[in-house]
């Protein structure tokens, strides 16, 4: 085979999105500049409102027991679990940027109408405005989508970096933003019925919107091959298990997402209920935990991932979580603000340090022909835990504010024990060794 005829061949791992785009154009920076800008200015309204959730719904008033909290703080995830598929289908057939444009316009709709949900102190319109927005936020599935149509398979990993890098930031920047929203409110200390926060991620979503209208182009182009999205995709999920170590993979994925959730999802609540802080010392606390995760993946994780491998840094990972959940459990114990610090970033850098080195393991041992609907699996499996994280933790958290860590401490040590034992032991993907034929 000539030098021309093999670069001319088709790749039979190249998905038809890759091979038709190779001969076109490559895009300007300004879309990528642009897909990310929207991307973070939505998010800005999703990590101030995030934090708020659990507080105002039971100043609200909810049955004992916190079902009501979690299922509230589980509507937004089970919604992105449901539409992401309705959406990204939607968009092979209409183009990426009306999906996104209508998904920007839902989400500053139902992030006003969250404000003014909190302005009549109604639990039923807070959930309302959540499934809303869970439905419209479900649309970060197309603009991940936008992104693998703007570059190319050497520049894609790069450009789907830009989806990481706007949650860090958002998660940082937004619940700042909310603090400072507080200051319109009739009081500082006060601020239990401010319709703020909600009005400002109302307005961070329009401008997003704005951005979009007038910036961002349509990406998919002419021709493109429909790609399939399905809810459950039972196909992947039985290639995705038939893979060796990558089940118990996939499995230590989901607890640690499920147990990150426990502390995530009953922070807000440890913070106003034990140490008693004022809304917008919540909103501060959540920044700071948003810059620590930036600070962990960006600095530490990237160092560490080049030198060290990623069994080592999975491992030191559930070490670490364990960790701080056990510090929380003590936090919590003692109403100590220092001790919550300290654990909070040690639980945050734990979870920098699993999450991506349990992805790119699922990624190195997937058959490079079926990555895309595995790393789809293992993106479900990520969604489902998000689903049921709040479901076990809250409720827990009102049974006793201590138990919902140490129910996570167990789930890691077994999961641990699991990947010591499975996961670690895995190989990089190779094609079966064919067996020679003997010649009598």
């Known amino acids: 085979m000539t030098a021309e005829s093999k670069a001319s061949a088709p790749n039979p791992y190249e998905s038809p999105r890759e091979s038709e785009g190779n001969g076109a154009p490559p895009p300007s920076r300004g879309s990528l500049l642009a897909i990310f800008l929207t991307v973070f200015i939505d998010l800005l309204g999703f990590g101030m409102v995030l934090p708020l959730?659990?507080?105002?719904?039971?100043?609200?008033?909810?049955?004992?027991?916190g079902w009501e909290i979690a299922l509230l703080m589980c509507s937004f995830s089970a919604m992105q679990f449901l539409f992401a598929p309705l959406w990204g289908?939607?968009?092979?057939?209409?183009?990426?940027?009306?999906?996104?444009?209508?998904?920007?316009?839902?989400?500053s709709l139902f992030y006003f109408l969250f404000g003014i949900a909190t302005l009549w102190q109604s639990l039923t319109w807070l959930f309302i405005t959540r499934i809303g927005a869970g439905i419209a936020g479900a649309t970060i599935s197309t603009a991940s989508a936008y992104i693998a149509d703007v570059t190319t398979?050497?520049?894609?990993?790069?450009?789907?970096?830009l989806i990481g890098a706007s949650f860090g930031l958002g998660f940082t920047f937004g619940p700042l933003i909310g603090a400072a929203a507080l200051v319109f409110s009739r009081g500082a200390q006060d601020v239990g019925a401010s319709p703020w926060p909600g009005y400002a991620a109302g307005l961070l979503s329009a401008a997003a919107l704005l951005l979009a209208m007038f910036l961002l182009p349509e990406s998919l182009r002419p021709g493109h091959a429909q790609t399939h999205h399905a809810l459950l995709d039972l196909r992947a999920w039985r290639d995705a298990l038939s893979m060796p170590s990558v089940p118990a993979l996939l499995l230590t994925s989901f607890v640690s997402v499920l147990s990150f959730g426990a502390f995530e999802t009953t922070l807000s609540l440890l913070l106003k209920r034990l140490l008693h802080f004022q809304f917008h010392q919540v909103l501060l606390y959540f920044a700071f935990i948003g810059l620590t995760l930036t600070l962990a993946q960006g600095l530490l994780v990237r160092r560490l991932s080049g030198r060290v491998g990623e069994v080592v840094l999975a491992t030191a990972g559930c070490l670490v979580t364990i960790t701080g959940f056990v510090f929380l459990s003590f936090a919590s114990q003692a109403g100590s603000v220092a001790i919550l610090m300290v654990a909070s970033a040690v639980e945050v850098t734990g979870f920098a340090l699993m999450t991506p080195s349990l992805q790119s393991?699922?990624?190195?041992?997937?058959?490079?022909?079926?990555?895309?609907?595995?790393?789809?699996?293992?993106?479900?499996?990520?969604?489902?835990?998000?689903?049921?994280?709040?479901?076990?933790?809250?409720?827990?958290?009102?049974?006793?504010?201590?138990?919902?860590?140490?129910?996570?401490?167990?789930?890691?040590?077994?999961?641990?024990?699991v990947f010591l034992l499975s996961a670690r032991h895995g190989k990089d993907y190779g094609p079966p060794a064919e067996v020679p034929l003997i010649m009598e």
């Open 53 to 65: 959730l659990p507080i105002y719904a039971e100043a609200f008033g909810v049955k004992e027991g």
């Open 89 to 107: 289908k939607l968009s092979d057939r209409v183009g990426r940027r009306p999906v996104l444009l209508v998904g920007l316009f839902a989400s």
């Open 153 to 161: 398979p050497q520049t894609r990993a790069k450009g789907m970096a």
């Open 361 to 417: 393991l699922v990624s190195r041992r997937s058959d490079p022909a079926k990555q895309g609907a595995i790393m789809g699996v293992a993106q479900s499996v990520s969604a489902l835990a998000r689903i049921f994280g709040p479901l076990i933790s809250v409720p827990l958290f009102f049974v006793k504010p201590t138990l919902p860590y140490w129910t996570a401490i167990g789930m890691m040590a077994a999961a641990m024990a």
